[in-house]
């Protein structure tokens, strides 16, 4: 008996470590700044849409290829974790006709209601993006109009917590799943270690319908970025072989993974990135 009550303390115990990691990362976020963050990441230099060796143009590049694909189809497209941006779906905008958009954090769901309501007061200004995107699609509208779609096409804006088995509220999509997920940047800054970011997969994983296409941006050999001024948000560092093992062992198969290294002058102090990653994958 004394080596069963030994397992199942081992097991406790292991079960205690993971809630206190989970509850330890979302303390974290406690005190996001989604203006500091935009201003961090989203504009010059690393979004620096004139120059082709910046990180969003090559972010929007990936985005815009893999949803242009004629493997990719459906009627719902759900971005996990999207913080306070945008760009991730201006590409799966045009081929889906109802996207969702979901964040842990109020003030980040609150920044993309702003912008979905066009009630001003956004922190960052999308034109641009919009501008870049319409390009790569050749201008077939202007981006104006592509802005009005974008406002119809996002549903709403929800709730998601990628380390509960289920992330979402039960009725937040359809009984099969969303047709498409995308998620930038999210798991691996949310994840206290290796087997979250795996897990979470995993429970990502069950809101996409069967044969659905995964598309996953994410930061290579991070181990932490500024949330806001001061603000250090620890991140698991994952390296390619790392994403293509968690991806195969949470149950999706790898279509295509392309990495983008960082040049010395889009290291600017607000993370350690060394690199970045697109996957493109399937539910198998
Ligand atoms: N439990 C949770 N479930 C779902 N979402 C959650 C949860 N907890 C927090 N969140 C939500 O997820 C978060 C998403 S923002 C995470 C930032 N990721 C790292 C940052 C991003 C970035 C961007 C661009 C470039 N680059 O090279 O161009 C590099 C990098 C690397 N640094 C945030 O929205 C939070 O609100």
């Known amino acids: 008996p004394r080596g069963r009550d ?29 203006a500091a963050y935009l201003q961090y990441n ?5 979004a620096d849409l004139t120059r082709k060796d910046s990180i969003v143009p090559w972010k929007l590049a990936c985005l815009h290829r893999a949803f242009t694909e004629d493997d990719v189809s459906g009627e719902l497209l759900l971005d996990i974790g999207s913080g306070p941006t945008l760009y991730q779906v201006l590409s799966g905008c045009e081929v889906f ?13 609150q920044e993309l209601r702003r912008w979905v309501q066009d009630a001003g007061g956004c922190s960052l ?12 699609e050749g201008r077939r509208y202007t981006w104006t109009e592509k802005a009005t779609r974008l406002r119809r096409v996002i549903v709403d804006v929800l709730p998601i917590d990628v380390h509960r088995p289920q992330p979402m509220a039960p009725d937040a999509l359809p009984a099969a799943g969303a047709d498409c997920l995308v998620s930038c940047f999210c798991l ?8 979250a970011f795996t897990r979470a997969l995993g429970h990502i994983r069950k809101l996409l319908k069967p044969d659905g296409h995964l598309m996953l941006i994410g930061a290579l050999g991070e181990s932490y970025y500024l949330g806001g001024p001061g603000l250090k948000i620890p991140v698991v560092p994952l390296n390619e072989a790392q994403v293509c093992a968690s991806l195969k062992e949470s149950g999706f198969t790898l279509i295509r993974l392309e990495v ?8 600017i102090g607000v993370d350690d990135v060394t690199g970045v990653f697109f996957a493109k994958a399937k539910k198998k």
């Open 188 to 195: 691996e800054s949310v994840s206290p270690d290796l087997a």
């Open 97 to 109: 006709n109802k996207v969702l958009m979901t964040d842990f954090l109020e003030v980040n769901r």
């Open 125 to 136: 200004d999308w034109t641009p993006y919009l501008q870049h995107v319409c390009k790569l």
């Open 42 to 46: 989203y504009t010059p230099p690393r």
């Open 260 to 267: 983008y290294n960082l040049p010395r002058d889009m290291r």
């Open 6 to 34: 030994r397992e199942q303390n081992k097991c406790y115990q292991a079960a205690w470590e993971m809630e206190k990691g989970i509850a330890a990362m979302a303390a974290c976020y406690q005190t996001f700044d989604p």
